[in-house]
């Protein structure tokens, strides 16, 4: 029998809120998952899903639409709005967790600048 290298829907569920660590098999899915391409995007999508859920029993309650409003935006915004701000923090802790590398979370982004960054060294000398 091989080893499963993605996870099942109910292991997904739990890996992604946190309460679970895929298995060392799945440690390059992980890592594409936390680190890769849309990583950023994934993660606060799975935290604004969890928010409209946690508020969704608030738009069941007969009343206007001014009042939904009133229920639910003071939760939803700071939500989504801290899931955008710790986006890293997450993604390290999750990547620790896995026993990957936490710089992994800014690895696109240093191939990316490499260039840049090397101009910089040739012209004014590496940092110290």
Same mark, same amino acid.
């Given at each position: 029998?091989?080893?499963?290298?993605?996870?099942?829907?109910?292991?997904?569920?739990?890996?992604?809120?946190?309460?679970?660590?895929?298995?060392?098999?799945?440690?390059?899915?992980?890592?594409?998952?936390?680190?890769?391409?849309?990583? =950023?995007?994934?993660? $606060?999508? @799975?935290?604004?899903? /969890?928010?409209?859920?946690?508020?969704? +029993?608030? *738009?069941?309650?007969?009343?206007?639409?001014?009042?939904?409003?009133?229920?639910?935006?003071?939760?939803?915004?700071?939500?989504?709005?801290?899931?955008? =701000?710790?986006?890293? $923090?997450? @993604?390290?802790?999750? /990547?620790?967790?896995?026993?990957?590398? +936490?710089? *992994?979370?800014?690895?696109?982004?240093?191939?990316?600048?490499?260039?840049?960054?090397?101009?910089?060294?040739?012209?004014?000398?590496?940092?110290?």
């Amino acid at each position: 029998m091989t080893a499963r290298t993605h996870p099942n829907p109910l292991q997904f569920v739990a890996y992604c809120y946190g309460g679970y660590t895929l298995p060392t098999a799945m440690r390059e899915w992980v890592s594409n998952d936390l680190a890769g391409k849309g990583a =950023a995007f994934r993660s $606060v999508l @799975r935290f604004t899903v /969890l928010a409209v859920l946690l508020v969704a +029993p608030f *738009l069941l309650i007969p009343t206007t639409p001014y009042a939904h409003a009133s229920m639910t935006l003071p939760i939803l915004i700071p939500f989504v709005y801290f899931s955008v =701000a710790l986006n890293k $923090v997450w @993604r390290r802790h999750r /990547l620790t967790m896995s026993g990957l590398d +936490p710089d *992994l979370v800014d690895a696109r982004a240093r191939l990316r600048d490499a260039g840049e960054r090397r101009a910089y060294v040739e012209r004014y000398g590496p940092r110290k």
